[in-house]
């Protein structure tokens, strides 16, 4: 079966959406941004799928920024989001700004602060000028054909800036394991002890891993 | 309202937000000057914004605005138009 790498289509946002949620939940069923917001998959399934479509300006949820693997029929079967980090106005900022903007939490609500405050303790830097990795994700059917390998490949090939970086919880194992197969090291990682008991997180560790070319 | 209004009402919400982190701000002033600004510090100091100069920001707006420069230019631009 022959696959394709092409940029994303108006035609893939379902897809793209999905992606950001698996790629999120990481095999599990926590997904930050309903915790946090306290909202249900659905509703930032539309939140997400909005940014998408109306181009609001999150460069993470931009199909510019997004490169997919297509079968045979053209229908997107993985993807990845991949940006250069800004110099000021940090990717994490910006979805931040726009989630606050739809969603309109109470800022003074105590819950709130403190879900955000445990969440922040692992908030790696990402280096403004680095090509940045994120939501990668493959469909189930597709898996162990090599298409993250592919897309992976693809980044770096295409990449001009000084590095790649990406971030994976420390409990996917097979994922650390393709990333140091395309040569990937650990950078940092952080921990925060309750993260995943407190439903925040689908893993207390985070770790930033750098692909130097 | 003039711009330096505008500064100096600024200064008053970031003195409020970030406290004794605060710092003296100019057009140049972003995330990287203040070590506390982050995503959530960042949505405090928006909505103080708004209730400072008793506007709402639109969602465009927010999306550039990635130093205190912009703010100022905005707010401006939306004082004048009130």
């Not at chain 1, 897309?151 to 295409?158: D, H």
Request: hydrophobic share 40%.
């Amino acid at each position: 079966m022959k696959f394709n790498i092409r940029n994303a289509a108006t035609n893939d946002i379902p897809f793209l959406v999905k992606s950001v949620l698996e790629a999120e939940k990481a095999g599990s069923e926590i997904i930050s941004y309903c915790s946090i917001f306290n909202i249900n998959q659905e509703k930032l399934s539309n939140v997400i799928n909005t940014a998408f479509s109306e181009e609001v300006g999150v460069v993470v949820w931009d199909l510019n920024t997004w490169i997919v693997v297509e079968d045979p029929q053209g229908n997107p079967i993985a993807g990845l989001a991949s940006w250069v980090e800004l110099d000021n106005f940090s990717s994490e900022k910006q979805k931040f700004q726009y989630l606050n903007y739809v969603l309109r939490p109470d800022l003074n609500d105590n819950h709130f602060k403190t879900k955000i405050s445990q969440l922040q303790k692992v908030a790696l830097q990402r280096n403004a000028g680095t090509r940045q990795l994120d939501f990668l994700f493959t469909n189930p059917d597709f898996r162990g054909k090599g298409l993250m390998k592919m897309l992976i490949g693809y980044a770096i090939k295409n990449c001009s800036e000084s590095c790649l970086q990406l971030q994976v919880l420390s409990s996917n194992y097979s994922a650390i394991k393709l990333y140091e197969k395309m040569g990937f090291v650990e950078e940092t990682r952080l921990t925060c002890i309750g993260l995943k008991s407190m439903g925040l997180l689908a893993d207390d560790t985070k770790i930033c891993m750098t692909y130097y070319g | 309202m003039d711009k330096n209004t505008i500064i100096s009402k600024i200064q008053e919400v970031f003195d409020l937000v970030f406290k004794e982190k605060s710092i003296p701000i100019s057009e140049e002033t972003n995330a990287k000057d203040i070590e506390t600004w982050d995503s959530f510090t960042h949505l405090t100091l928006i909505q103080e914004i708004e209730t400072a100069f008793s506007i709402e920001f639109k969602l465009k707006e927010l999306m550039v605005m990635e130093n205190v420069g912009n703010m100022i230019t905005i707010l401006e631009k939306k004082l004048n138009q009130i």
